[in-house]
């Protein structure tokens, strides 16, 4: 999806039609989150049917982690085409930035979850750095675009 959009980001940037640039960056981050809405509700609501319909029911047990590993999808499904537009922009250093970031945090923290709640820890720890990310990455795009 971001693929396809980003060349016309790039190209509204280079002309500095940053209203237009806002308005076409709200209209895309709407759409991927609807679209991750879309998938994320079922599973969100029924966990459990969702994997035993898919997976079998011995799978069903793992809805706990079906649910943390959506939230985190969903998240980054709602802002995770601002590290897209960032790149589209040439402001990749602080996307490479952030990334590195939520890698070393999400390892250090994945590590001492694990020890103390487990694999729903470490996806809660996961899910927790997605945020972080993407928060970030929405924070500056904003400030990009406001200017």
Same mark, same amino acid.
């Given at each position: 999806?971001?693929?396809? $959009?980003? =060349? #016309?980001?790039?190209?509204?940037?280079?002309?500095?039609?940053?209203?237009?640039?806002?308005?076409?960056?709200?209209?895309?981050?709407?759409?991927?989150?609807?679209?991750?809405? $879309?998938?994320?509700?079922?599973?969100?609501?029924? =966990?459990?049917?969702?994997? /035993?319909?898919?997976?079998?029911?011995?799978?069903?047990?793992?809805?706990?982690?079906?649910l $943390?590993?959506?939230m985190?999808?969903?998240?980054?499904?709602?802002?995770? =085409?601002?590290?897209?537009?960032? #790149?589209?922009?040439?402001?990749?250093? =602080?996307?490479a930035?952030?990334?590195?970031? #939520? /890698?070393?945090?999400a390892?250090?923290?994945?590590?001492?979850a694990?020890?103390?709640?487990?694999?729903?820890?470490?996806?809660?720890?996961?899910?927790?750095?997605?945020?972080?990310?993407?928060?970030?990455q929405?924070?500056?795009?904003?400030?990009?675009?406001?200017?």
């Amino acid at each position: 999806f971001m693929k396809t $959009v980003s =060349p #016309t980001i790039a190209s509204l940037w280079v002309s500095k039609n940053i209203e237009v640039l806002r308005r076409y960056t709200f209209k895309i981050i709407s759409m991927s989150a609807a679209s991750s809405l $879309v998938i994320a509700t079922p599973l969100l609501a029924f =966990p459990d049917k969702a994997l /035993a319909s898919l997976f079998g029911v011995s799978l069903a047990a793992a809805a706990p982690y079906l649910l $943390v590993l959506t939230m985190g999808r969903l998240i980054s499904g709602c802002c995770g =085409p601002t590290g897209a537009i960032m #790149t589209a922009i040439g402001d990749g250093k =602080p996307l490479a930035k952030s990334i590195i970031y #939520t /890698a070393i945090l999400a390892l250090a923290g994945g590590i001492m979850a694990s020890i103390t709640h487990g694999a729903v820890g470490v996806a809660y720890v996961f899910a927790a750095a997605l945020v972080i990310q993407n928060g970030f990455q929405f924070t500056y795009l904003y400030s990009r675009l406001s200017k």
